[in-house]
């Protein structure tokens, strides 16, 4: 991965970040609001020998002393020490409870003792801190006296008293606080790691690179209103899905070009991801084109077609396939244009047999002679094998990929059924891209100041069936197989 890669990664997932980071502060605040104060006291010793003879003396009893001084240390926290301090102020602990509050240590090569003494009380850990200090003095007075009698060798005082400090030792708000910081920190950016490789969503084209050299034939961004309203014909004439679809009719041309079939399928990896309203769409901005369409709703298990279209379903492409009746009395004229579409007809039991015969390859072929261009609407590929089966009787697949609903492997998958049946893969469209954020498609073209006019104006029906007078259907598909059907504009 580039820097640039981790950059995005940082894009998408920085209010995960920001929130985790915010956390770690106020946790790190807060354990030091609810942490009660713990106050620190200290007070120093100076270990001496009692002798005052020659400078060689001296040297022996500081080299005694700094032997000794280990001993004294180990000796400030055991209960011959801490016994009398507890009875002296009156402390209802132990020795071995109040060992654990109380330090003692001494630097290397010096003869001084430091003893700290910890306690939510501060005058009372000085009294401790002040009073361990005393009793270690008796405690080694007593041990280091000769067992013949006399004073002893070594020499404790006291050169730094203990007293009562003013602020806690604990808890450290500014420490807590920035332990907190680089916490949250790094589990937002681990999160943040962790999330990416588990997503195998596909985001942006910059995924679909990664899994497939197919080219990208045109980017959907993502519409609230499409659920509402599939189509982009009418008043969305001029709005940005409106033209996303023509720059698809446009890549689609030049990717097809070298084709001799006239015949395209859409479909998909998985459903849900806009194959219908993706081929409708299209054969609607070929149909605006000047070109005579044909739409095939050959998804015989999800027909959605008519549906958008608001025609008639119950006699289509199953109708045709079994012989019931002739395709030309199924074509159904759509619009102003000459778009003519064939809906899916009753859900058939068989929907594979039906797409794979021959009877299906013989209309692909009628249709191509009668019209310029033939859309297939089929159904998704891994949950059925429909489509594999279909596309061995087109001229190419166009791929409809779902940002934020297909996956990655799917993809793969799907791309790989279509290379097991030598299919011409034309090429993938990206639906539903996001119009914001790090993955944001955008895109700028003339007339997009139409679709501000368009929609101050009251809002027209999808079909213009009543606009228009259409000719019967039978006389339409005939004119079209003898050429001479009349190109109407829009």
């Known amino acids: 991965m580039e820097l640039r ?65 280990s001993s004294y240390v180990k000796t400030a926290t055991t209960p011959t020490v801490l016994q009398p301090v507890i009875e002296t102020l009156g402390l209802s602990e132990t020795p071995q409870q109040l060992a654990p509050r109380v330090s003692a240590s001494s630097d290397l090569k010096t003869v001084i003792i430091t003893i700290s003494v910890t306690d939510t009380s501060p005058v009372q850990a000085a009294a401790i801190a002040q009073g361990v200090a005393n009793s270690l003095i008796k405690a080694v007075d007593s041990l280091e006296a000769p067992t013949t009698g006399g ?9 730094t008293p203990a007293i009562a400090p003013v602020t806690p030792s604990a808890p450290n708000t500014k420490l807590n606080i920035a332990l907190g910081l680089v916490v ?29 050299q197919a080219p990208v034939l045109g980017g959907i961004a993502f519409d609230s209103d ?3 309203n599939p189509l982009v014909s009418g008043g969305a004439g001029q709005s940005q899905r409106a033209e996303a679809f023509r720059q698809l009719r446009t890549n689609l041309q030049f990717a097809h070009v070298s084709n001799k079939s006239k015949t395209v399928l859409v ?6 991801e806009g194959k219908s309203t993706t081929a409708t769409n299209l054969a609607i901005a070929i149909a605006e084109s000047g ?33 019931q009746a002739d395709v030309q009395d199924l074509m159904q004229p759509w619009g102003k244009h000459e778009l003519h579409v064939l809906t899916s007809g009753r859900i058939p039991p068989n929907p594979s ?49 779902g940002c934020h609903t297909a996956k990655r492997p799917q993809v793969e998958k799907a791309i790989a059924a279509l290379e097991l049946v030598n299919a011409d893969v034309l090429g993938v469209v990206l639906n539903r891209l996001p119009v914001k954020g790090p993955d944001a498609y955008s895109y700028s073209y003339y007339g997009y100041a139409a679709n501000t006019q368009a929609a101050e104006q009251p809002a027209k029906r999808s079909r213009f069936a009543d606009e228009i007078p259409e000719p019967p259907v039978e006389d339409a598909f005939d004119d079209i197989l003898r050429g001479r059907t009349s190109r109407r504009g829009a």
Do not use: C
Not at 44 to 49: K, R
Not at 188 to 210: E, K, P
Not at 267 to 272: A, I, K, N
Not at 295 to 319: F, K, N, Q
């Open 226 to 228: 499409a659920s509402t």
């Open 291 to 323: 070109q005579s369409v044909a739409l095939i709703d050959a998804d015989l298990r999800r027909p959605m077609v008519a549906t958008y279209l608001g025609l008639e379903s119950h006699a289509g492409l199953t109708t045709a396939l079994i012989g």
């Open 151 to 159: 004073a002893s060798p070594v020499r404790v005082s006291v050169v």
């Open 267 to 272: 479909t998909s990896s998985l459903p849900g």
């Open 5 to 69: 890669d981790y950059l995005l990664i940082l894009r998408r997932n920085w209010i995960a970040i920001v929130a985790l980071t915010l956390i770690g502060l106020i946790v790190g605040g807060l354990s030091s609001i609810l942490t009660k104060p713990v106050y620190s006291a200290e007070t120093q010793l100076f270990v001496a020998t009692q002798s005052s003879g020659s400078v060689q003396d001296l040297q022996t009893g500081n080299s005694f002393i700094q032997a000794r001084v």
């Open 353 to 401: 047999e039906l797409l794979g015969s021959a009877e299906m390859k013989q209309l692909i072929l009628r249709l191509e002679q009668a019209f310029d261009s033939v859309i297939i609407d089929a159904p998704p590929l891994l949950p059925v094998t429909d489509s594999a089966v279909l596309a061995q009787q087109v001229g190419g697949v166009v791929l409809v990929v």
């Open 184 to 212: 949250g920190l790094t589990l937002g950016i681990g999160a943040t790691l962790l999330r990416t490789t588990l997503d195998t969503r596909v985001r942006s084209q910059r995924d679909l690179v990664q899994i497939t």
